[in-house]
């Protein structure tokens, strides 16, 4: 197991995707089971909207 940034994580596999993270989510914490290597861009896309799921519950909007 390895945990990253999510921003490392971004910058590694698919760098024009850091841009929609805030810098809140680009530093939240990611555990890769088999390692940075075994990761796609696919992956990448469900982490980061898996992240901005999670942090958008604190955001009400009216």
Known sequence: MQ???LAHLIESISPRY???LKRKEQDFPIVLRDGLSKVKEDD???????VIMENGKETYLH
Do not use: D, G, R
């Not at 990448?44 to 898996?50: D, G, H, N, T, Y």
């Open 44 to 50: 990448v896309k469900e982490i980061i909207e898996a």
């Open 18 to 20: 850091l841009s929609l």
């Open 3 to 5: 945990t990253i940034q």
